[in-house]
Nanobody, 128 residues
Framework: QVQLVESGGGLVQAGGSLRLSCVAS????????MGWFRQAPGKEREFVAV?????????????VKGRFTISRDNAKNTVSKNTVYLQMNSLRPEDTAVYYC????????????????WGQGTQVTVSS
């Protein structure tokens, strides 16, 4: 069982920046991809970004390309943990949503939002 815990959300003015973090605890597979999704009020959850286990492959939603950057630090021993980050710049009011971290062993499936591992979410609010 993998536990994902997000942090870093908050209130920011349009044009500002935030950095989200997500720590994965528990046993993860050797090809464990991680990513971010978001859900705005009254809307379905949508894909934001995903990064492969090595960090060499990333994918972004068109709406965040050039503004958001996903990165990760992989566990180096049995004590450290996998962490994924989402650096969000040039934020817009339409970026307001609850942001969820997710992870899984199949990169393509994760891009489509198919995962058994989800965090509880962190609220991001962008004021105009």
């Amino acid at each position: 069982q993998v536990q994902l815990v997000e942090s870093g959300g908050g209130l920011v003015q349009a044009g500002g920046s935030l950095r989200l973090s997500c720590v994965a605890s528990g046993r993860t597979s050797s090809n464990y991809a991680m990513g971010w999704f978001r859900q705005a009020p009254g809307k379905e959850r949508e894909f934001v970004a995903v990064i492969s286990r090595s960090g060499g492959t990333t994918d972004y939603a068109d709406s965040v390309k050039g503004r958001f950057t996903i990165s990760r630090d992989n566990a180096k021993n049995t004590v450290s943990k996998n962490t994924v980050y989402l650096q969000m710049n040039s934020l817009r009011p339409e970026d307001t949503a609850v942001y969820y971290c997710a992870g899984g062993g199949l990169y393509g499936a994760l891009v489509r939002g198919r995962s058994d591992d989800w965090g509880q979410g962190t609220q991001v609010t962008v004021s105009s």
